[in-house]
């Protein structure tokens, strides 16, 4: 199933899925049942039942479910992030094919310790902005990057979690837009403590959570088939596959939970696919982004997170357009 925060117009963000280009709002289908926030109906697994019930029972006319009260066709509503408020936000480092070319345009090898264990560092759980949405290039940025990854949503709380179990504590996946002000970074990992300001900025997922059981098709042993595309103003510059990534989710998911507990809810973000950045590429293929950009990152089975990038703004809030 295609699991979805929508507005629906009232201003009020509501949870739902996607059934044959319409959305169902899960609280008023269910009657009060179901929660109307997304992530309160991950913390509880125990009403998929419930939402793979009334999802059968609906059956598969779309004018028939047009005309239900609680369905919305999806170009009366606007989409939100799916987790627009997660507990915590961890991103990974583990297509090695970023890695190398990335450390190579710095004149640098990748160091042994990357591949002995997965790395990550936590990004802003506060600054997560969904499909449609503009990102504000920060003010003192000038070489604002998209990064293109896939991000899992934990689905239960666990610690210790081993990779063999790993799996099943995923509630779904989704894309995910590590937005990058690479002249910030550039200056602050110098330090190093690693990337801070910038990438406090935004971070994109969407545009819906995708469960497991729906990827299977592409399942490739431990890994997906997934083509990973990222398109700038309708000119495509990324193209990778997520089965090359180095770590699974499941060695991610282990890593992470190794003496801390995950919780329903909490984003794992898996880096960037091999060419998915203008860094990797370089600016003599594409120019920094610049206000008016379009980007629209791609994965197979996950759809497409659109974003446009917007004027540097004081009070530093992201509009939608």
């Not at 604002?144 to 899992?152: G, I, K, Q, T």
């Not at 282990?254 to 329903?264: C, F, Q, V």
Request: hydrophobic share 35%; aromatic share 8%; net charge negative.
């Amino acid at each position: 199933m295609k699991f979805v925060t929508f507005d629906n117009g009232s201003g009020e963000p509501r949870s739902g899925w996607l059934k044959d280009h319409v959305i169902i709002d899960m609280h008023a289908i269910s009657g009060g049942r179901l929660p109307r926030d997304l992530l309160d109906f991950v913390r509880q697994q125990e009403h998929m039942a419930d939402v793979v019930r009334i999802d059968q029972d609906l059956g598969h006319d779309v004018e028939e479910l047009s005309a239900h009260e609680a369905v919305y066709a999806l170009k009366d509503v606007i989409l939100c992030a799916p987790i627009p408020k997660p507990p915590s936000v961890r991103d990974f480092y583990a297509f090695e094919a970023h890695v190398r070319t990335a450390r190579q345009r710095r004149g640098l090898d990748v160091v042994p310790e990357w591949y002995r264990f997965p790395v990550f560092y936590f990004t802003n759980h506060q600054a997560i902005i969904g499909p449609g949405e503009q990102v504000r290039r920060p003010l003192a940025c000038t070489s604002l990057d998209y990064e293109l990854e896939v991000a899992c949503v934990i689905g239960k709380e666990g610690k210790n979690i081993s990779t063999s179990e790993a799996e099943s504590y995923i509630f779904g996946y989704c894309i995910m837009n590590d937005w990058s002000a690479r002249d910030i970074q550039r200056e602050e990992v110098k330090v190093g403590l690693g990337p801070a300001k910038g990438k406090d900025f935004a971070t994109s997922l969407g545009p819906y959570l995708v469960t497991v059981d729906e990827l299977e098709q592409h399942r490739a042993g431990e890994r997906y088939d997934l083509t990973m595309t990222a398109r700038v103003n309708g000119v495509e510059l990324s193209r990778g596959n997520f089965r090359d990534i180095h770590y699974t989710f499941g060695d991610m998911i282990a890593r992470a939970s190794a003496d801390a507990t995950l919780y329903p809810g909490d984003v794992i973000g898996s880096g960037t696919v091999g060419t998915g950045c203008i860094l990797e590429l370089g600016t003599e293929v594409h120019r920094w982004l610049e206000p008016g950009d379009v980007v629209e990152l791609e994965v197979t089975g996950l759809g497409v997170l659109r974003n446009i990038i917007g004027e540097s703004s004081v009070c530093g809030l992201s509009d939608r357009n």
